[in-house]
């Protein structure tokens, strides 16, 4: 342990704020937000920076396995898939104490979906008041691709002296950045009051889904490739199956696909032998990188996808025909398709043959409850079953059947 304390200290130049300034978090310091008051966690009475920015993976990787679990022990209510930077607004308003105002630049999301739940929901849960915000501005830095929201925001006797907030935004004709002032921003970085979010509806239950993680392009072929296994042998028809992803769907414009994909479904690897042209590839193709995945089931199952998502082919087997829109889009488009597909990751399907099922998803005013609701990396939407269907109200008469 005391090698391991001594290495720490050679890379690194530790920095603890209540050993560095006792004065300020000593429990007997009178607030000056309060009055004088001595309220025993006066500690900052401001705070600003530019937190890092991080997603799900990004801070398992630089923080560990564990760290993520802790972030959402010391952050109740916070979620897995949130931006790193929603931490950093939990941490600065417990810094601040009852009293006090914190202003952070974070990444566009910190007003959507998962992000804004872990952190400016929570903070505005809790009696904080956003009385400043600059939503999706481009990062100045040349080169930079990165889309940001400046966020200020005060509690306590900080928050009653708000008087109207201001909130900025980008004008999409001339791109200056405006002002104006609004009786109300709230943890959507949205000039309207809170409101609580929608909830999922029974009626939307197992209609929705992410396609499959195959993990793995060996798995996959071109039109030329496929039609060569099957001359030399009829019976690799059967498990090369038409593959879709997001990038298709979006660039083509017919939405069809341009690849097929090896698909040996939940067969054991003797019953996969059956097919050695197929296993074959399979084998030399995808795994040697599966041998290395840090996960024992995606390494010892090697010939099967990382996720099949069998719940979704299985809603999909009485069916004609699905919808399926890219999870990643910028203009969000739903296409009909035949069930009898592999779908990757990168599109979301919906289970409903009916065209007028179609019509309902593609107007104008699904649109808008998807933007609202969805969450997005720069202009982006990003399309998610739980956030942008599964709480959906259809109209009635339901357009589905």
């Not at 009475?45 to 990787?61: H, R, S, Y």
């Not at 082919?313 to 910028?330: E, F, G, M, P």
């Not at 969450?375 to 959906?392: A, E, I, V, W």
């Amino acid at each position: 342990v005391e090698g391991l304390r001594g290495e720490l200290l050679e890379g690194q130049a530790p920095f603890h704020w209540m050993l560095e300034f006792p004065e300020v978090f000593w429990e007997g310091r009178p607030d000056p937000l309060a009055g004088g008051k001595k309220n025993r966690v006066a500690y900052f009475d401001a705070v600003v920076g530019n937190p890092p920015f991080a997603g799900k993976n990004g801070v398992i990787a630089g923080g560990g396995a564990q760290y993520l679990d802790w972030l959402k022990v010391v952050h109740p209510g916070a979620h897995g898939n949130a931006d790193l930077c929603a931490h950093f607004f939990r941490r600065a308003d417990h810094l601040l104490g009852p009293h006090g105002a914190l202003g952070l630049v974070a990444t566009n999301t910190i007003g959507q979906g998962d992000t804004r739940t872990t952190g400016l929901a929570a903070l505005v849960a809790r009696g904080g008041v956003i009385y400043d915000a600059t939503v999706d501005l481009t990062w100045p830095a040349p080169g930079a691709a990165v889309t940001v929201s400046v966020v200020h925001m005060a509690t306590g006797s900080v928050g009653k002296c708000v008087e109207e907030p201001v909130l900025r935004a980008v004008d999409a004709a001339t791109g200056r950045l405006t002002a104006r002032r609004v009786a109300v921003i709230n943890s959507r970085l949205a000039a309207r009051a809170e409101r609580a979010d929608p909830v999922g509806l029974r009626s939307n239950d197992d209609l929705s889904f992410q396609g499959s993680i195959v993990l793995g392009l060996g798995f996959t072929l071109t039109p030329e490739q496929r039609d060569a296994l099957v001359a030399r042998d009829e019976r690799n028809a059967e498990l090369t199956k038409p593959y879709l992803g997001g990038a298709e769907v979006n660039r083509n414009p017919d939405q069809g696909f341009d690849r097929y994909v090896i698909d040996f479904g939940d067969m054991t690897l003797s019953e996969a032998e059956r097919w050695p042209d197929l296993i074959g590839i399979v084998r030399d193709k995808v795994k040697p990188e599966r041998d290395k995945n840090k996960r024992e089931v995606r390494r010892k199952y090697w010939w099967k996808f990382g996720e099949r998502a069998p719940a979704l082919y299985a809603a999909l087997a009485d069916i004609s025909r699905c919808l399926v829109t890219a999870r990643v889009t910028k203009h969000l488009c739903f296409s009909t398709q035949p069930p009898d597909s592999v779908f990757s990751e990168q599109l979301i399907v919906i289970v409903a043959s009916a065209r007028s099922s179609f019509a309902t998803l593609q107007s104008r005013v699904h649109e808008r409850w998807a933007r609202a609701l969805g969450s997005s990396m720069k202009q982006d939407l990003r399309y998610t079953p739980s956030d942008c269907f599964q709480n959906f109200p259809f109209p009635s008469p339901d357009p589905r059947t």
